[in-house]
């Protein structure tokens, strides 16, 4: 029998982590790993956020771009291809799994209490993080149908199976009760250099805001980002000459840390924008988004734009390679910042919450006072429709290649509309150019696999 | 007029023949020879006398003037008392129950490629090979229809004795970076080896328990003999080019293609895709075309590259083996001692291998009681082969790349780098495949030592007990360098290097008690047996990014790292087994075999496994009452009994946590690896087996067997829930069944004083079905390669085709159409949206019908030979087509002459539906469009040779001869060989190599 037993040298043995909560914390530290992988926030994501929008565009099928994403562009999402949705659902997944063996073995685990309660607040903060994300790519936007609409299984311990989808609203529910929860038990923001690359207390209020206001809970969205904004206030903006997506810049709520450790090179985010030093920069700007940057009078973030594989100037590199070496994607990814915090507060208070549009557009014009040099003819006084249109521009302009973009349009029931003359050569079919906010396709399918292995209830329009 | 002739027959070595008919033809005259061979009867001049004895080949003789004719007779292919190696010991094809064949010397010494078991191929009934045209490079050997899905598929090989690691997983790299397909076989010499005996039912194999379900390949390496020492020296020389081929488009096609496609891709974009409309109207279309005209040259510029990449990648290969063989012993000790060389160059520049081998097989009878040896083989193996014969086409696939490339796109440019040209327009980020394989190095060393050494003691007649040990070392050292300038590792890497190391060490020990004796009728062979293996493997892989120079390509060159792993994956197996067999009066035979398996690769709680085999023959000829002349020999067979197969992963059942790649922010972490399964456990193979073995008139064997192989518990990825975090697990699930007939006939039409003609052919009807599945699994749509066109199904055959129903290009609008099927059926409605179009299932890739063609004749000193080989009923499907016969969809890569002639309003009766760049339409994606037979018939190998006398006193004897391998392919796709590919997916696979050899051996 022992000279049966044979052990791999490369992995370790489950109970060997379960017990411990000097191990445990390692997986945490995993599952930052895993959610900055490339088929999740390391990549899929937000290129997906990205290229479903008006704002980006694959580069013409000559300049052979690579298909990562590609199906999301052009809007081609059946119930059997879902293109990058099923690596996506599977990686949350894993990362929830991972979480749920934090939360579920913590209290038992042999180790000091205080990081017991620090490791389970990181570790409910991230699972709420998560689902929120499943939740707004899964499952259709609280606009539609509000609570009824069908959500996620909730998994939540490692062992047991969930085959049946909730709720919107108990999804939602499960999604602020793991934050709310988180943001009890973690200690107050050192706000140290690099403390921000862990989900902190302000992180989780952060994240709150945003969830809230994809929820539209206007008041509450409104409370946490005014409690980030009271941690973090205007002096943190970067402002017109300050304007670099460094490492940990002054408005890092939090961000995920890309190092040698995590890079993914030419698969990386960065990568996939900027063709610079070998990198893929088959996502560039189109002439809309271009259009969009050139509103203020010296924009920071038009100085972005940069020659593109096509040899014009619609590469719009936000993320930089570190100039010490590391490679291609050799930069964090910013999940939360203050500028949305501003950007949130403005939008729930001009959806009334708080002293209304006037605080909204206060909101708005501290931001834009730090990203322009004529503030005076830039400054926003409009009202109604127009001051939260106002709202969602400078959201496309502040937040591009973040995350939002299409969510954006979809969560405020806004139609997507890409002219033709923009997407030309590009393998788009020309029929699926201009999406209704309500399409199926705006959001991911219940990938096949899962369909076919559990028989999990499929997503209504698929 | 009548005279006595009188002669004596005598055998290969000199030793007279009892018994042997000696008939003057088409006459009932005749005589047999007596004790000492001799023999005496009356004839005319001109008569004919037929020399026969059973499992000797039939000789023709004509009297003439001399009143003596001595004959020597040859032992026959189907000799009866031959005696084969099979599991565990040896066997007389008379007492053998089960299924197994075996094939001797020549026969498997003669392939022109690196390793012994691509000759094989239509040699053997039951056994079919597929073999990539790579130096080294990977076989697909199949013993009976493919017997897993997720599990292992080749059959286990036991060299002298010795269960050997064929496992390829120690190789470096992965898919996308590694020098692909290795064959752990090919550091075995084939010249080397004496004979292979392929154990093809449970009866033959099942003492091989847990690892035989796909059969068990033994070889036997050549052996000393006693008496003066027989020097053998051998050279062979020769050249190979590809044998299958591509017709291309040259540049103008090219550029009208480019051209045509993008303008439809304005009016498609720009016109509402009015295509008649602006077709129709001059004025528009000019100005779209001279629109695309000035697009092309942007890309292309204005002067024609015309280039030929395939005349670049491809190149006459060649072959040289160098061989050395001396045999020979005292009355104590025999000795056989080898050297060999191979060299070869591949029909892919910078592709080849270099072997550089030895073996020593000694053996000595110490005492009466024991006899003790050894088998010693060493070998080195150079390989360059870079990643062109896997799965992935992309920039760093150079074969992939020359085969998609237009000639539009220079290959060389006396500016750039070695003179090479980037491509135009950053296509695959200048992955200029010449400059991929000129200056990157794709390089796996081969160190390997294999041996045993064994003691037999006769302990008491007729018991006797043999300990047996063993030892497989091998080292492989990958060197894997995307170079700077061309590939991924041009731009800011700056060069990419991954240098591996590993190792494997595996010992067996095995011991064997054996008994066989007589009482009376009734004989008995019983055996008794107990094995371990432990096989313990290691590597370390540094992968990093800019490198100091091209030429310096040691770990330390690296600049970077991304990352440094390296891990021990191990093994073990425990056995113990038993056979008895019994026979009355050499008549009834009955066997049975028993096997107990432990093994470290299963479930904690699903450890050991027992296999069993339960055997008979029924040699009818020997009763009297079945006493028919011409029925010289006439057995029946029968066999039942169980085969198992190990999972191929090493540690598959355990839960456990990665590390690797698993850290954030500068500290170490972990993730879950791998769901548990405590109940993983061997895929079981059940096995029954009828056979009949024929000879008549001495002259005409026949062998025909009836198989029925039913795989359960297959060990199977089977998709879980995504919830999990995984997949797939690998689970026992599933049932499948192998079944048909192989048929064997051997025969002599003609054998006349100097002429003989001998033939031989073997047919194999085989059927697949899957029986029982969890899900049925298709593949999901990838954009890089399309839906894969198989299916596993319950009911239908392992590669089953599932495609769109093609229809033809739309006369009206250009689009491809289909025939709308439902739940696989036609609808009867025809489509042009391929999303809508449905699929259904067909054919499959797997022959119904396979085998080989064998003639020999021999004149005086001279033979020629030939093998065919065919198959029929089998489908291919062209996955290539997805990438370059893409109807526009990625325009650059456009070079078959598949694409010529596309739809247009002015083309309305075309073939190939309308170009159009970046096409949207999935016209390209999986559908009959690219469906064809595989049927096939190959001229397989053709020898011609002389055999050489002796000559100067030096030289015993010897031959020198001329030999061509895959020298000719009837089939319908071009571009293709059914035998290279076992799943029927044609893709960028390197070509099958055509190959003409000239050999001499001298024997001293």
Redesign the interface.
């Known amino acids: 029998e022992e000279t049966l037993t044979q052990r791999p040298d490369h992995v370790i043995s489950e109970n060997l982590v379960l017990n411990s909560v000097e191990k445990l914390d390692k997986l945490l530290i995993g599952t930052y790993n895993e959610v900055s992988r490339n088929t999740y926030l390391g990549r899929v994501l937000y290129k997906r956020a990205a290229v479903k929008g008006p704002d980006f565009r694959f580069v013409k099928t000559t300049f052979n771009p690579r298909d990562y994403e590609s199906i999301a562009y052009k809007y081609e999402e059946s119930a059997n291809n879902s293109g990058s949705c099923e690596e996506l659902w599977r990686q949350s997944f894993k990362a929830i799994n991972n979480l749920n063996l934090i939360i579920n073995n913590i209290e038992s685990a042999e180790g000091n209490e205080a990081a017991k309660q620090e490791i389970l607040g990181e570790a409910l903060g991230l699972r709420g993080m998560v689902y929120f994300d499943l939740a707004r790519t899964f499952a259709y936007p609280w606009i539609k149908a509000g609570a009824s609409s069908q959500g996620l299984p909730l998994k939540l311990s490692s062992e047991e199976v969930v085959v049946d989808r909730s709720t919107l609203g108990q999804t939602y529910d499960q999604i602020l009760l793991d934050l709310h929860s988180a943001h009890d038990l973690l200690g107050e923001n050192t706000w140290e250099q690099g403390s921000t690359k862990y989900i902190t207390k302000t992180g989780i209020k952060a994240l709150m805001a945003r969830v809230y206001l994809y929820k539209q809970d206007w008041e509450n969205a409104l409370k946490y980002a005014k409690e980030v904004i009271a941690a973090r206030g205007e002096e943190f903006l970067m402002g017109v000459d300050s304007y670099v997506f460094d490492d940990f810049n002054s408005e890092s709520l939090f961000e995920l840390s890309i190092t040698s450790q995590n890079s993914l090179g030419s698969n990386g985010l960065g990568a996939q924008f900027d063709v610079k030093d070998g990198g893929q920069g088959d996502v560039i700007a189109t002439e809309t988004f271009v259009n969009l940057l050139g509103a203020y009078e010296n924009d920071p973030r038009a100085a972005l734009l940069e020659e593109d594989k096509e040899g014009t100037q619609q590469a719009f590199v936000k993320y930089t390679n570190r100039s010490d070496g590391g490679g291609l994607s050799a930069h964090n990814i910013p999940v939360l910042r203050l500028s949305e915090m501003f950007l949130i507060a403005a939008e729930a208070a001009a959806h009334g919450a708080g002293g209304g549009e006037p605080e909204a557009q206060d909101f708005l014009n501290t931001l834009i006072k730090n990203r322009t040099t004529n503030f005076a003819a830039h400054q926003t006084n409009e009202t109604g429709e127009a001051l939260k249109e106002k709202i969602a521009e400078e959201r496309r302009r502040e937040l591009a290649l973040e995350g939002h973009g299409v969510y954006d349009f979809i969560r405020r029931g806004k139609d997507i509309v890409r002219p033709v003359d923009e997407h030309m050569n590009t393998g788009v079919d020309a029929a699926n150019l201009n999406i209704q906010a309500s399409d199926n396709r705006t959001i991911c399918p219940i990938p096949a696999s899962e369909i076919e292995a559990s028989g999990m209830q499929q997503t209504e329009g698929y | 007029q009548e005279k006595n002739i009188t002669g004596t027959v005598t055998d290969e070595n000199g030793m007279p023949i009892p018994g042997v008919n000696v008939i003057v033809k088409n006459t009932t005259n005749g005589t047999q020879t007596n004790f000492d061979g001799e023999y005496s009867l009356n004839a005319e001049v001109g008569d004919v006398l037929t020399f026969s004895f059973i499992g000797m080949k039939v000789v023709n003789r004509t009297i003439g003037s001399s009143d003596v004719i001595n004959v020597e007779l040859e032992k026959s292919a189907e000799s009866l008392d031959e005696v084969m190696v099979v599991a565990y010991g040896s066997a007389n094809k008379r007492s053998f129950t089960g299924a197994a064949e075996t094939v001797t010397n020549e026969a498997v010494t003669r392939g022109a490629t690196a390793s012994f078991e691509t000759a094989l191929q239509g040699k053997i009934s039951g056994v079919n090979i597929s073999t990539s045209g790579q130096p080294g490079g990977k076989s697909n050997v199949q013993i009976r229809g493919v017997g897993s899905i997720s599990g292992s598929t080749q059959p286990l090989y036991v060299l002298d004795g010795v269960v050997i690691n064929t496992d390829s997983n120690l190789r470096a790299g992965d898919y996308m970076t590694g020098s692909t397909g290795y064959n752990p076989l090919s550091t075995i010499n084939s010249a080397d080896i004496k004979s292979i005996t392929v154990l093809k039912d449970a009866a033959a194999s099942s003492l091989y328990g847990s690892r035989a379900a796909n059969g068990v390949v033994i070889i036997t390496t050549k052996k000393g003999k006693r008496g003066e020492t027989e020097i053998v020296l051998g050279v062979e020389s020769g050249w190979s080019e590809n044998l299958t081929e591509e017709n291309l488009i040259n540049n103008e096609q090219f550029k009208d293609l480019w051209i045509e496609g993008?303008i439809n891709?304005?009016i498609?974009?720009?016109e509402n895709?009015e295509f008649k409309r602006v077709y129709a109207d001059n004025n528009l279309f000019s100005t779209y075309q001279n629109q695309a005209i000035s697009d092309y040259e942007g890309?292309y510029g204005t002067t024609n590259a015309n280039a030929d990449w395939l005349g670049a990648i491809y190149q006459t290969g060649y072959l040289r083996k160098y061989n050395f063989s001396a045999r020979g012993g005292n009355e104590k000790t025999s000795f056989y001692v080898s050297g060999n060389y191979l060299d070869q160059a591949g029909t892919v520049i910078e592709t080849g291998m270099k072997r550089y081998s030895g073996r020593l097989n000694l053996e000595n009878e110490a005492k009466d009681w024991i006899t003790i040896g050894a088998n010693l083989s060493v070998a080195k193996s150079e390989r360059d082969a870079a990643n062109i014969d896997g799965a992935y086409a992309g920039g760093l696939n150079p074969l992939y790349m020359a085969r998609v490339l237009p000639p539009a796109a220079p290959i060389y440019d006396p500016n750039g780098y070695g003179g090479y040209a980037n491509l135009p327009?950053?296509?695959?980020?200048n992955a200029n495949p010449i400059g991929v394989l000129k200056v990157g190095k794709y390089e796996n060393i081969e160190f390997r030592v294999r041996g045993d050494a064994f003691a037999k003691f006769q302990i008491i007649d007729p018991l006797s007990f043999k300990t047996t040990f063993g030892i497989d070392q091998q080292a492989i050292d990958e060197t894997l360098y995307d170079n700077k300038e061309f590939g991924?590792g041009?731009?800011?890497?700056n060069g990419v290097l991954n240098r591996v190391k590993s190792e494997v060490f595996q010992y067996t020990v095995s011991n064997i008690l054996n008994y066989n004796d007589t009482y009376g009728q009734h004989g008995f062979d019983i055996l008794l047996g107990q094995e371990?293996q432990?096989s313990k493997m290691n590597s370390i892989n540094v992968y990093g990014?800019?490198v100091l120079d091209s030429e310096l390509l040691s770990a330390s060159s690296i600049g970077?790292?991304?990352s440094h792993?390296?891990?021990?994956?191990?093994?073990?197996l425990?056995s113990y087994f038993s056979q008895v067999a019994y026979n009355f009066n050499r008549k009834y035979y009955l066997s049975s075999s028993i096997r107990r398996d432990?093994?470290?690769r299963f479930g904690k709680d699903a450890?050991w496994g027992t296999f069993w085999s339960l055997s008979g023959a029924w040699v009818a000829s020997e009763e009297d009452f079945i006493d028919v002349d011409g029925i010289d020999y006439l057995k029946f067979r029968a066999s039942y009994g169980t085969n198992g197969n190990l999972p191929p992963q090493?540690?598959a059942a355990?839960?456990?946590?990665?590390?690797?790649?698993?850290?954030?922010?500068?500290?170490?972490?972990?993730?879950?690896?791998?769901l548990?399964n405590p109940d993983l456990s061997w895929e079981q193979s059940k096995n029954f087996n009828v056979g009949m073995d024929l000879n008549l008139f001495s002259e005409l064997d026949l062998s025909v067997n009836y198989f029925h192989k039913k795989t359960q518990d297959l060990l199977l990825n089977v998709?879980?829930?995504?919830?999990?975090?995984?997949?797939t697990q690998l689970q026992n699930y599933g049932e499948m069944v192998n079944e048909g007939w192989e048929f064997e006939i051997g025969y002599t039409p003609y054998s006349h004083d100097n002429f003989t003609w001998n033939t031989s052919a073997n047919l194999t009807i085989i059927d697949n079905e899957i029986t029982k599945l969890k899900?049925?699994i298709v593949s999901?749509?990838?954009?890089?390669y399309g839906q894969d066109p198989l299916i596993i199904k319950e009911g239908e055959s392992i590669y089953s085709f599932y495609l769109r129903d093609y229809a033809g290009v739309d006369p009206e609008t250009g689009m491809a159409q289909y025939h709308v099927l439902e739940d696989g059926n036609r609808t009867g409605d025809l489509t042009t949206d391929a999303?809508a179009a449905g699929f259904g299932i067909f054919g499959d890739a797997l022959q119904d019908l396979q085998g080989g063609f064998f003639n020999e004749f021999n004149y005086k000193s001279f033979s020629l030979d030939f093998l065919f080989t065919f198959g029929v009923g089998g489908k291919v499907y062209d996955r290539t087509a997805f990438k370059r016969d893409d109807d526009g969809?990625?325009?650059?890569y456009t070079n078959t002459v598949a694409q010529l002639n596309p739809w247009n309003p002015n083309n309305t009766d075309a073939t190939v539906p309308i170009r159009i760049?970046?096409?949207?339409?999935f016209s390209n994606d999986v559908s009959t469009r690219h469906l064809y037979d595989s049927d096939y018939l190959k001229l397989k190998n053709l020898k011609l040779s002389y055999k050489l006398p002796e000559m100067w006193s030096m030289i015993k004897g010897g031959s020198v001869y001329a030999q061509g391998d895959n020298l000719l392919l009837l089939t319908e796709l071009e571009g293709y060989d059914p035998e290279a590919v076992v799943d029927g997916v044609n893709f960028f696979q390197v070509p099958t190599a055509r190959t003409l050899m000239l050999g001499i051996r001298l024997q001293f």
């Open positions: 993008q891709q304005y498609q974009n720009g895709a890309i327009n950053d296509i695959e980020k991924a041009g731009g800011i890497w371990s432990v990014y800019d970077s790292l991304w792993t390296g891990y021990a994956e191990n093994y073990s425990l432990g093994s470290s450890r090493y540690y355990l839960a456990f946590f990665e590390t690797d790649g698993k850290g954030y922010g500068g500290e170490s972490g972990l993730s879950y690896g791998q548990q998709p879980v829930s995504p919830t999990t975090g995984f997949l899900n049925t999901t749509y990838s954009s890089r999303q969809y990625a325009p650059q760049n970046g096409n949207p339409t």
